[in-house]
């Protein structure tokens, strides 16, 4: 039985998360993707704190497009090392379930 996952990332440009969340939808890799409030991020990188403007990503897609969809998102991240984090969506509706995978399988 399939399950639902969250899978988040974060970027530093706006445009580049619309970007990023359109095609990952546009592709059926996720049924849909929500794109938070611009956010501060602090973080160590390099032997030092750093601190960033972000918006962060939240993918829902079942869990046998995770690695597919991490994949996609990865060749198109402008990050040397994108944050990726996957959760279980644990819960779910059944019919919350049923549109996620007819939505990540649908041709």
Do not use: C
Request: charged share 25%; net charge negative.
């Amino acid at each position: 039985m399939a399950s639902i996952v969250i899978a988040q990332t974060t970027v530093d440009d706006e445009t580049k998360a619309y970007e990023i969340a359109r095609g990952a939808v546009e592709a059926r890799l996720t049924a849909g993707v929500h794109v938070d409030a611009r956010m501060t991020t602090f973080y160590w990188w390099k032997d030092a704190v750093q601190h960033e403007r972000e918006y962060r990503l939240s993918f829902n897609t079942t869990a046998e497009k995770a690695d597919a969809l991490r994949a996609w998102v990865h060749e198109r991240h402008p990050h040397e090392v994108p944050q990726w984090i996957v959760l279980p969506a644990a819960g779910t509706s059944q019919e919350y379930l049923a549109w996620v995978v007819k939505e990540t399988t649908a041709e």
